[in-house]
């Protein structure tokens, strides 16, 4: 059974930093893109960083220049830190592993694995 949990998120006020971690198990990231998708009350889920089997991360317009996704396929484990955070990104952020074949990492259909999330608060 493929499990991923999720740890280190919590309450940060505006500018301050935060490093999510994601280990996952019982499923390998070699050959999947694994990706970091968050949602905010009354909005629909976005990826806003994923890497994909290239390597090259990528990032949503609202978060680059701040956040940075790196990840471990040896350890299976992914990690995103959230740099200069902003009231905005307060979301419950979610790892996730892409289903094998095919390219990219941003459509959130393609998405097979997931965890249960952990919460990020930025306050002003």
């Known amino acids: 059974q493929a499990l991923l949990a999720e740890s280190g998120g919590g309450e940060v006020q505006e500018g301050g930093s935060l490093r999510l971690s994601c280990i996952a198990s019982?499923?390998?990231?070699?050959?999947?893109?694994v990706g970091w998708i968050r949602q905010s009350p009354g909005k629909m889920r976005e990826v806003v960083a994923c890497?994909?089997?290239?390597?090259?991360?990528y990032y949503s317009e609202a978060v680059k220049g701040r956040f940075t996704v790196s990840r471990d396929n040896a350890k299976t484990m992914l990690f995103l830190q959230m740099d200069n955070l902003k009231p905005e990104d307060t979301a419950t952020y979610y790892c996730a592993a892409r289903k094998y074949g095919g390219l990219g990492c941003t459509h959130l259909v393609d998405y097979k694995d997931w965890g249960r999330g952990t919460q990020v608060t930025v306050s002003s």
């Open positions: 019982g499923l390998s990231f070699d050959y999947r893109a």
């Open positions: 890497v994909g089997n290239s390597g090259n991360p």
